[in-house]
């Protein structure tokens, strides 16, 4: 049996690696069981495409992930200014790494314009909410890689379970 590669979020690892400096630890008993396994790629994509640590806000605006990776959308930073290529890459460089390790899935940060694959922000810088994948997410499941979000650990738990039963 071929143990299920994840793509993870090193910001849910308590790497502080998002745009203003923090973590989202939700390093939970089975995530660390799985690290323990070596299932586990933990890859920041913004953070590889060189982005800063803080970094400013960044929404996607008049779109979502798929759109900005079809250039039918920007990513703007809350100063307006437009880090759009940055994003792509940032998207690129996380299906690279996921490809490379063989991965099967990706746990990622829900609401970041790279992350998100429940919502994203509205790109309008009011803390406003709207479903939607991010670059790195859409990128990610257009080339086959299964996205969940942290709140979906339950689910990826089940789809790994069943996937590895059926092997």
């Not at 008993?29 to 982005?51: K, S, V």
């Not at 694959?117 to 994948?133: A, C, E, L, N, V």
């Not at 991010?134 to 089940?158: C, K, Y």
């Amino acid at each position: 049996m071929q143990q299920t590669k994840i793509l993870v979020s090193a910001c849910l690892m308590g790497f502080k690696v998002r745009y203003n400096g923090s973590e989202k630890a939700a390093l939970q008993e089975t995530l660390q069981r799985w690290q323990q396994e070596n299932r586990l790629i933990i890859h920041c994509p913004e953070l590889a495409a060189g982005l800063a640590v803080p970094r400013q806000p960044a929404e996607i605006v008049s779109g979502n992930g798929a759109d900005v990776m079809r250039g039918s959308a920007r990513i703007l930073e809350n100063s307006g200014h437009d880090v759009t290529a940055h994003y792509q890459l940032a998207a690129w460089l996380a299906l690279q790494a996921a490809q490379h390790a063989r991965c099967s899935a990706a746990l990622l940060t829900d609401g970041s314009p790279t992350c998100g694959s429940q919502f994203i922000y509205d790109g309008t810088f009011s803390g406003t909410q709207q479903p939607g994948m991010g670059v790195a997410a859409a990128l990610l499941e257009q080339h086959g890689i299964r996205v969940f979000s942290a709140e979906q650990l339950p689910a990826l738990v089940a789809w790994v379970n069943e996937r590895e039963k059926s092997q």
